[in-house]
């Protein structure tokens, strides 16, 4: 369109718009020339006064914008072409003009005016000589050739202000439909196009080149540097090689005769195997575009192959030039390779290429790890990586991953496919580190929370494409600087470096970058942040950048794996009585244990508790110098880049995530009881006579693939009220309950008659310790189905001060037993009587008036004899003394007296209260808190904490979950329970653990009743760390630590000791990160006993006296939980690209600028884009740590 002045009257009404207005805003209507352009290339050229000539693109390097493309003299300008597909248009665009970089190819014309193509051009390409682009049309199965130098004219020469003498751009354009040798039409979609090198065509005998790698320089009159340009001439035989893919073909296509000169056919037999083979110069094709034959029928019919290999992907790889500048890494190339793939195989294929241009007889192929089809092939310069020459390809796969193949710089193999996953605790940073040949999902040696091996862009997008960046020293230097102090600043810089650098572009609009082995000399901070290495950093090859340079001499916090600078929160239901305490906890940095600096008198106490250990890791300091100033959990980081922002906790036997369900149905095959007779009377339990006779079932589930194992607990969910029932149902509740107390779902029908239902299923809604706990030990484990059993109530520790009197010094012991509110504790002989009188006498103490006990008549047996029962204090206890109505051995424990269920009386009781077993009179009593008991003969029915349900109580649909038993479970709020060690067993389908699954895929710490039964090699305990330093993915885990801290103080993992006795300790390890649990709290031990102020947790020395620094299970409480935030993380450079106030939407392409340091991005838009943008070209350059949009150049 040609540009005329603005009238006065324009002028006046422009600045009155303002005053008007009274604001500056302005409506910006958008340049909507572009609509989804797809591809683009570049060229240079120069006005030689005469006519237009092209010069090797390196020539335009340093070519800027001038505002006008200046002709007067013969300055190098840099053109682009590129394809604007929803018009079916071709653009050119002039890198000189800041006002106009999109050249209107008739400015008498309104609007713009582009060049006309077939329909839907999608690929271009350039020829060696520069002299023709060429654009593949899939919509209407040609190409579009176009005059570069005579279109240059348009481009560069704006000097006048009447229109130049120029050819019309209708002369420059034109067609080629490729057809075979004889002629016939190919009528097959095009997908991929690359050019030719004229030393590799087949098209004619052709003169080299005219314009070398570098362009020889030659001076003019001045003295100045001219390059020498390039005339071009049409008629020079120049050809590209195209993919056809619904032809299933590769061909080289001549752009002066417009036949097929050579090509190879990917052909897929019934097995999925794909054999290659010559088709020569006549491949018949399948017709993608029936209106090119007009209306004749081909002479054979081809058919789609919908299994076929649909290669839409190319790169080519061939050796320098001859007389080039190389290194030794580009002198290992010494052939020519053509790679294709395509979204219909998992395969990459090289096809040889000799030095005449042939495609070799034989062709190489590469399977590789599932990914999902092949979409783009980017191939990086040969370098030295890590000490040795490598060339990679950079395969964007369809799983959304760019996979990494090392090419083999020698004939007969391709390559081998790089894991860019590796677990980094395994092995130091290689170039490569190869995947096993027919692979099939995660190994033991890849992170395990990967998806495969390839490279994935964050935030869930996905990169579009790469370019790459071999970088000089010098250009490292021009770039970032040459003083000392500098570059060693920013030598891990992108573009800072001389070596390789990739350069991609996502979904979301962003620029990321790719390593190289430029972060691999260091594998942690500088030590003096971090002596000891809990910040395990590793930045392997092939990674993304980090946006942060975490390795500096100083790093700024946000570059460091960090946890929340605050002590990690402690749950204790109940709040902490007995020696809950003590129950396990995470470790914490030195700085909680030391008494560095001017600590208080409790801080001193602590660190004289734990044998005065020294601020070994540094990583807290008083002064306000460290990381951090407050008791932090401390923390090993196994991988730096799965490290991020989550809230992480340590729960004692909590919910299976994805178990909770409605849809239970409980199944019994021996209900009710037995009778004298040995009849079966119907009732509200069941009988496990046989192992499956009580089980769940529930269709819906997918037990094995929540995780659910043998070992787990059932837990059968209760009701409030109706409303928390189904439709159709009652809630049964024991009105004489709690308010806490749950019922059970029953049918409106059999809640009809609720006093026999709530006799029969009393054990199911009433519990004498308030809510019943409806729970069940898992026995067998399917998808399915849960086996189950009944279990029996946890052991519970107390501790008692057993002193005699107030001048012996507080003596405080632990005692365990399993603790039941029932009074008395139920037997199989149930104490019998006819009075209140029967029930007084106390068996545990003959001194002692069982007030609290009362004969139960409204039930009699055979002989007309009630039963005791007992009544809790009102209001509940407050100490023992409380409890002694309802016998000696009962204890006053969270406010209701218990008793041991497991222990029975012994014939007598010691005269002085006992304190530890070898005071009671007989070889096999138990002391508890003053008491002796023997073990009881009877089973132990009162320690049950809910008999098995049967079909009275749940004849319907259930509610229900699993809970972990006796076990921790460790998780993330983004890294939830881990499940995949879980499986199904080919032969019995239960849910079993698989041992060559890594065991870092855990999320279990499953702990015995102590030190004795947690720690060994059998089946669930937890075996000695066979890594002192570090855990493996084939590692125990947990594992036990054995090295002690008094001998290894910078130790990464060790055990600390209270007051010279050892506290067990374990290491934790997922993927993420390690973490040493005590598994007697450190702060406990060091902090009061509840309720004993001004004492200490005594240490016994006598092994069979127990002593606070051993491990007690029974003192963790249901609900016991630990929780730390990490702070920051890997966040790796992912930078948006904003032209003006235009941000990239959809990128799809990125080629290299002639500078060394800056690229071209195509940006296909979206639904009308941001600001009504459907498309545009941008150009950046890569600064140090930063992308720099040129805003002087706008294409849109």
Not at 502 to 518: A, E, M, N
Not at 782 to 798: C, K, M, Q, Y
Not at 891 to 897: A, E, F, K, N, P
């Amino acid at each position: 369109m040609s540009r005329r002045p603005p009238s006065p009257v324009a002028w006046c009404l422009a600045a009155l718009a303002p005053l008007a207005c009274g604001n500056d805003d302005r409506i910006v209507v958008p340049n909507r020339v572009l609509d989804r352009p797809l591809d683009v290339v570049l060229a240079c050229v120069q006005d030689s006064g005469s006519q237009v000539e092209v010069l090797s693109l390196n020539q335009c390097d340093g070519a800027r914008n001038f505002g006008r493309c200046v002709t007067d003299s013969p300055t190098p300008q840099l053109i682009g072409f590129l394809t604007n597909s929803e018009r079916n248009e071709l653009a050119m665009f002039r890198r000189c003009d800041s006002e106009s970089a999109l050249v209107d190819m008739d400015p008498e014309a309104p609007g713009y005016n582009l060049l006309p193509a077939g329909s839907l051009p999608s690929a271009l390409a350039i020829t060696s000589d520069s002299c023709r682009v060429v654009s593949a049309n899939v919509g209407s199965c040609d190409f579009t050739l176009l005059d570069v130098a005579g279109l240059g004219e348009h481009a560069i020469d704006t000097r006048s202000s009447d229109p130049p003498d120029l050819p019309p751009p209708s002369t420059l354009v034109s067609t080629i439909e490729p057809r075979g040798a004889d002629g016939h039409l190919l009528a097959s979609s095009p997908g991929a196009m690359l050019a030719v090198p004229t030393a590799l065509s087949l098209a004619g005998d052709s003169a080299p080149d005219p314009v070398g790698d570098e362009g020889e320089p030659d001076t003019d009159g001045a003295g100045e540097p001219i390059p020498e340009g390039n005339v071009c001439d049409a008629s020079r035989p120049a050809s590209v090689y195209v993919t056809f893919p619904a032809c299933q073909l590769v061909a080289e296509i001549s752009l002066n005769t417009q036949t097929v000169l050579q090509s190879r056919r990917f052909v897929t037999d019934d097995e999925g195997r794909v054999e290659v083979i010559d088709s020569g110069t006549d491949p018949q094709c399948p017709v993608d575009c029936p209106a090119q034959l007009q209306g004749q029928s081909p002479e054979q019919l081809e058919l789609v192959d919908p299994g076929g290999v649909f290669p839409t992907a190319l790169a080519l790889v061939v050796p320098p030039a001859p007389n080039a500048e190389i290194d030794d890494a580009e002198a290992m190339i010494t052939y020519a390779s053509l790679f294709v793939g395509g979204p219909g195989s998992d395969a990459l294929w090289e096809i040889e290429i000799d030095e005449d241009g042939r495609f070799g007889e034989i062709t190489e192929s590469l399977r590789l790890e599932d990914p999902q089809g092949i979409h783009t092939i980017r191939v990086t310069p040969a370098a030295d990586v890590l000490g040795g020459p490598h060339q990679f390809l950079y395969v964007i796969a369809g799983d959304g991953s760019t996979r990494v193949v090392d090419r083999d710089f020698d004939p007969g193999s391709l390559g081998v496919e790089c894991d860019t996953q590796i677990d980094p605790t395994l092995e130091a940073p290689i170039a490569c580190h190869p995947i096993n040949p027919g692979q099939v999902g995660n190994a033991i040696d890849r992170r395990p929370f990967a998806v495969g091996p390839g490279l994935r862009a964050p935030g869930g997008s996905t990169i579009n494409d790469w370019t790459f960046h071999k970088l000089t020293p010098q250009q490292a230097a021009d770039f970032c600087g040459e003083d000392e102090d500098v570059t060693s600043e920013r030598e891990r810089l992108p573009f800072c470096t001389p070596t390789l650098v990739g350069v991609g572009v996502t979904s979301l609009g962003t620029v990321v970058y790719s390593s190289f082995g430029q972060f691999s000399e260091a594998e942690s901070i500088s030590p003096a942040i971090d002596p000891v290495r809990v910040m395990r950093v590793q930045v392997r090859p092939h990674s993304l950048w980090p946006a942060i340079d975490p390795f500096a001499a100083d790093p700024l916090p946000e570059s460091l794996p960090l946890v929340a600078d605050e002590e990690p929160g402690r749950g204790i239901p109940g709040g902490g009585a007995d020696a809950q305490t003590l129950s396990p906890s995470i470790r914490r940095i030195d700085l909680a244990y030391s008494a560095e600096g001017n600590v208080s008198a409790e801080q001193q106490a602590v660190s004289d508790a734990l044998g005065n250990p020294e601020n070994e890791d540094q990583l807290g300091r008083r002064d306000g110098t460290g990381l951090y100033e407050n008791g932090a959990p401390r923390v090993a980081v196994r991988d730096f880049q799965q490290w991020g922002s989550q809230t992480w906790t340590l729960e004692w036997e909590p919910t299976v995530p994805g178990t909770p369900s409605s849809t239970g149905l409980l199944q019994c095959d021996h209900h009710g009881g037995v009778d004298a007779m040995g009849n079966e009377v119907p009732g509200g339990t069941c009988r496990n006579v046989e192992p499956d006779d009580a089980r769940l079932v529930d269709e819906s589930a997918n037990f094995c693939e929540d995780g659910v194992l043998a070992g787990d607990k059932l837990v059968v969910l209760g009701c409030a009220d109706d409303d928390s029932c189904g439709l159709g149902q009652r809630c049964l509740r024991d009105p004489t309950a709690p308010t806490t107390a749950t019922g059970i779902c029953v049918s409106e029908l059999a809640f009809a008659n609720d006093d026999a239902l709530r006799r029969d299923c009393a054990a199911f809604i009433s519990d004498p310790c308030g809510s019943p706990q409806r729970e069940y030990r898992i026995t067998h484990a399917t998808n399915g189905e849960l086996w189950i059993a009944a279990l029996e109530l946890p052991v519970r520790s107390v501790v008692r001060d057993m002193s005699q009197d107030e001048q012996e010094a507080v003596d405080l012991r632990e005692y365990a037993a399993r603790l039941s509110c029932e009074a008395p504790i139920r037997r199989l002989q149930a104490e019998r009587c006819s009075t209140d009188a029967d029930c007084l006498a106390d068996p545990y103490d003959p001194n002692n008036n069982r007030g609290a006990m009362s004969c139960d008549t409204t039930e009699v047996d055979a002989d007309g004899l009630g039963r005791c029962t007992g009544q809790q204090p009102d209001g509940g206890c407050e100490d023992d003394e409380d409890c002694a109505g309802l016998g000696a051995q009962y204890l006053c424990v969270d406010s209701l007296c218990r008793a041991p269920c497991e222990l029975c009386s012994p014939p007598a009781q010691p005269d002085e209260p006992c304190r530890s077993d070898d005071q009671c009179l007989q070889a096999g009593e138990v002391c508890v808190a003053g008491v002796c008991h023997v073990p009881c003969d009877d089973g132990n029915p009162g320690c049950l904490r809910s008999p098995l349900p049967g079909p009275r109580c749940f004849p319907e649909l259930v509610r229900y979950s699993v809970r972990l038993n006796e076990s921790f479970a460790f998780s993330g709020s983004s890294t939830p329970f881990l499940t995949d060690r879980v499986i199904v067993d080919a032969s019995t389908g239960e849910c079993i653990e698989d041992p060559q699954v890594s065991s870092l895929l855990t999320s279990r710490i499953r702990l015995g009743a102590d030190a004795a039964s947690t720690f060994g090699t059998g089946p669930w305990q937890i075996a000695d760390c066979v890594n002192p330093d570090e855990a493996g993915p084939d590692d125990p885990n947990p594992c036990r630590i054995v090295t002690e801290r008094v001998f290894d103080p910078d130790s990464l993992f060790h055990t600390f000791r209270y007051r010279d006795a050892p506290v067990p300790a374990i290491r934790y390890s997922n993927p993420v990160m390690s973490v040493v649990i005590d598994l007697v709290s450190l702060s406990g031990l060091t902090s009061d006993p509840p309720d004993f102020g001004g004492t200490i947790w005594p240490v016994t020395g006598d092994p069979s006296v127990p002593s606070s620094n051993d491990f007690r299970r029974s003192r963790i409480p249901s609900g016991y939980r630990e929780e730390f935030a990490t702070a920051n993380g890997f966040v790796p450079f992912n930078e948006g690209v904003v032209v003006g106030s235009t941000p990239l939407v959809y990128p799809v392409r990125i080629i290299r600028a002639p500078e060394a340091n800056a690229d071209f991005i195509v940006d296909a838009g979206g639904r009308g884009g941001v600001a009504g943008v459907r498309g545009q070209v941008v150009r950046i350059d890569h600064g140090p740590g930063q992308v720099l949009p040129d805003a002087q150049f706008r294409v849109r």
